[in-house]
């Protein structure tokens, strides 16, 4: 169970785009469709953006977005804005009812 | 709407034992998988431990595995977490999350509450 790999941290202005990876390996992220994404605010319990790899709930923008190749899954925002700095962190089912996250991106609008 | 409450936290010396609770409402507890993922201190997010809507799958980080013990009361809404034989390693902000499906996604989080381990 080791944490998928995420970088530390990314930085895009306002109505840029940024993509963030999460890198993990055959027995998680490669092995299922089953990634999703959290947006964390300081001091905020996390919040569902992407699950499914690609799905996004209801109310969620869709300037969010989420892909996936072999073993590493990304999520892309596009049009940032200055609310989207936050933490963010991949998920991945990992079989036999486990779950692994990733270490988390802290994501800057400059 | 949605809530979960944790409660159960606060602070215990190493090696001995704690009980978190979450208490459910807004939805069909009964449907739902429960989770308790943990965030120590400036860290990120742990995932510690999952539990089908029935209790019949069970899974646990390989951190926690045999020290601590989840458990659900779905006639009391309830989901639970025992704490056995507590490390300072296990100091940490304690959420717990429901999932629609064995592998979805955390649907909703609680708001967490603090265990933090020190003699």
């Known amino acids: 169970q080791s944490a998928l790999t995420q970088p530390r941290s990314v930085s895009g202005s306002p109505g840029q785009s940024v993509t963030i990876s999460c890198t993990g390996t055959?027995?998680?992220?490669?092995?299922?469709?089953?990634v999703s994404w959290y947006q964390q605010h300081p001091g905020k319990a996390p919040k569902l953006m992407i699950y499914?790899?690609?799905k996004r709930p209801s109310g969620v923008p869709d300037r969010f977005s989420g892909s996936k190749s072999g073993n590493t899954a990304s999520l892309t925002i596009s049009g940032l804005q200055a609310e989207d700095e936050a933490d963010y962190y991949c998920?991945?089912?990992?079989?036999?009812?486990?779950?692994?996250f990733g270490g988390g991106t802290k994501l800057t609008v400059l | 709407e949605v809530q979960l409450v944790e409660s159960g936290g606060g602070l215990v010396q190493p090696g001995r034992s704690l009980r978190l609770s979450c208490a459910a409402s807004?939805?069909?507890?009964?449907?739902?998988?429960m989770h308790w993922v943990r965030q120590a201190p400036g860290k990120g997010l742990e995932w510690v431990s999952g539990?089908?809507?029935?209790?019949?799958?069970?899974g646990y980080a390989d951190s926690v595995k045999g020290r601590f013990t989840i458990s659900r009361d779905n006639a009391k809404n309830s989901l639970y977490l025992q704490m056995n034989s507590l490390r300072a390693e296990d100091t940490a902000l304690y959420y717990c999350?429901?999932?629609?499906?064995?592998?979805?996604?955390?649907?909703?989080w609680g708001q967490g509450t603090l265990v933090t381990v020190s003699s």
């Open positions: 999350a429901n999932s629609v499906a064995v592998a979805g996604p955390f649907d909703y």
């Open positions: 807004g939805f069909t507890f009964d449907d739902y998988a």
């Open positions: 539990i089908s809507w029935n209790s019949g799958s069970i």
């Open positions: 055959s027995s998680d992220v490669g092995g299922y469709n089953y």
């Open positions: 499914d790899v690609s």
């Open positions: 998920c991945s089912y990992a079989g036999s009812y486990t779950r692994v």
